[in-house]
């Protein structure tokens, strides 16, 4: 069965440095996204992207925040200079909205810790 | 205020009893989906009901959805000590770019 993948499972990092949290999605999937998870909260969107752009994001995604797809695979999430506020679980998932079904996909996460 | 409410927060039952849980939300949707996330894991994708629907079933899961109401419940029956999780709704109100609002989640726990 066809999944997300996410590399790494855990990252730690120290404050002030910048970390690629990386992601392969569905192959056929156009639709990407990134969400964020802080220990004991709920999941919060960060940022939609299709057809090479950004669809959509949250008042979280600021300029620290950047994604990518600098190939026809992989869907980066790049963090410029994280703080100790960033530390959380980082979902990636895909979704084929050309079907009637927006299903989405969800990759096992990243966990950054940020010391 | 937030967009997804589920109720209870918490839930234990024995194993082989029914589960039942509920989400509120506060806009228009054009679906809302159920997940499953184990401690620590990543998101599973339990069941999706598009606004024109009432109820969905899905082996042991049931959905029903009352958008007058804007609420919905998750139903597990038989209920097995696998199915010890958190449970999110999530809404879709962005017309499908997937932007789901997920809710704080109902912690089940099956004791066997």
């Known amino acids: 069965e066809p999944e997300v993948t996410q590399t790494p499972s855990h990252q730690v990092t120290q404050m002030g440095q910048e970390v690629i949290l990386r992601c392969v999605p569905i192959s056929n999937h156009l639709y990407f996204y990134w969400y964020r998870q802080i220990l004991g909260q709920k999941v919060e969107f960060l940022v939609s992207f299709y057809n090479n752009e950004i669809s959509e994001k949250s008042e979280i995604f600021d300029d620290q925040f950047s994604v990518e797809r600098p190939d026809g695979s992989n869907f980066t999430l790049k963090i410029r200079s994280t703080k100790l506020e960033d530390s959380a679980m980082y979902f990636c998932a895909s979704s084929d909205a050309r079907s009637d079904n927006t299903e989405a996909f969800f990759g096992q996460g990243t966990r950054l810790t940020v010391v | 205020s937030q967009q997804g409410e589920e109720d209870p927060q918490a839930l234990s039952i024995q194993e082989g009893e029914n589960a039942t849980m509920n989400c509120s939300y506060k806009?228009?949707?054009?679906?809302l989906q159920w997940y499953r996330q184990n401690s620590g894991r990543g998101l599973v994708h339990l069941i999706l009901i598009r606004s024109n629907e009432r109820e969905k079933h899905s082996g042991r899961l049931r959905v029903t959805l009352d958008t007058s109401k804007k609420s919905s419940s998750l139903l597990i029956t038989a209920s097995r000590a696998a199915d010890t999780a958190s449970y999110f709704c999530?809404?879709?109100?962005?017309?499908?770019?997937?932007?789901?609002?997920f809710g704080t989640g109902t912690k089940l726990q099956v004791i066997p």
């Open positions: 999530a809404t879709d109100i962005s017309g499908g770019y997937q932007k789901v609002t």
């Open positions: 806009t228009s949707i054009n679906n």
